[in-house]
Nanobody, 114 residues
Framework: QVHLVESGGGLVQPGGSLTLSCAAS????????MRWYRQAPGKERELVAS????????IYADSVKGRFTFSGDNAKNTVYLQMNSLKPEDTAVYYC???????WGQGIQVTVSS
């Protein structure tokens, strides 16, 4: 059974950093497109970062470009979202997604506030 579990969220001050993890099970993540989305209160879910299986490239939303980095650990079958220079507008529930069965993680809260 395909399953995604996020971890690493929490409360951080503006300018701080967090790393989100997404542990995959039931499939090998490197064989499928992986994405991070987020949804802020009262807003629609938006794509944050997306990797391509074809060429391994990653695209980022303009709002996070240069601050967020998507990476993966094949041995742990886990992907990460390193978030630096966090801003209050980054506050949202963050979701991991795989094209394998169009599966979503349960989501994890990130709050950026002083």
């Amino acid at each position: 059974q395909v399953h995604l579990v996020e971890s690493g969220g929490g409360l951080v001050q503006p300018g701080g950093s967090l790393t989100l993890s997404c542990a995959a099970s039931g499939f090998t993540f490197k064989n499928y497109g992986m994405r991070w989305y987020r949804q802020a209160p009262g807003k629609e879910r938006e794509l944050v970062a997306s990797t391509s299986v074809t060429d391994g490239s990653t695209i980022y939303a303009d709002s996070v470009k240069g601050r967020f980095t998507f990476s993966g650990d094949n041995a742990k079958n886990t992907v990460y979202l390193q978030m630096n220079s966090l801003k209050p507008e980054d506050t949202a529930v963050y979701y991991c997604y795989t094209a394998r069965g169009s599966t979503w993680g349960q989501g994890i809260q990130v709050t950026v506030s002083s």
